[in-house]
């Protein structure tokens, strides 16, 4: 059974950093690409990263390139994503997922529809205050 949980989550102001975590267990983590989702207060939960099995290959929405990285650590089963410079609009709920196969697709589009298994875990919260 693939189990993911999240944490780092919290209430920064804008402009601020945050990292998440997401650590993975119930599969052979190097064998999947890892993504990064989220779902902003009244919108559908959006893929916004992956990270392909060795951290070589990452892309990522337009909403967040150039300011969150993704990254992973296979030693630790773990996922990381680290968001700078972050803004109002960056509030969610956050989530990350194991995908199939070991290789991104080539655009975050219809990530969520590429992942594993059909569970989510269960977030954790980013608010960030203007």
């Known amino acids: 059974l693939v189990r993911v949980v999240e944490s780092g989550g919290t209430l920064v102001q804008a402009g601020d950093a945050v990292k998440l975590s997401c650590t993975v267990s119930g599969l052979t983590f190097e064998d999947h690409w890892m993504g990064w989702f989220r779902r902003i207060p009244g919108k559908e939960r959006e893929g916004i990263s992956c990270?392909?099995?060795?951290?070589?290959?990452?892309i990522y929405a337009d909403s967040v390139k150039g300011r969150f990285t993704i990254s992973r650590d296979n030693s630790k089963n773990t996922v990381y994503l680290q968001m700078n410079n972050v803004m109002p609009e960056d509030t969610a709920m956050y989530f990350c997922?194991?995908?199939?196969?070991?290789?991104?697709?080539?655009?975050?589009?219809?990530?969520?529809?590429?992942?594993?298994?059909?569970?989510w875990g269960q977030g954790t919260q980013v608010i960030v205050s203007s």
């Open positions: 997922a194991p995908g199939i196969g070991a290789h991104c697709p080539s655009t975050v589009h219809g990530l969520a529809s590429r992942r594993l298994s059909d569970d």
């Open positions: 990270v392909r099995w060795n951290g070589e290959r990452t």
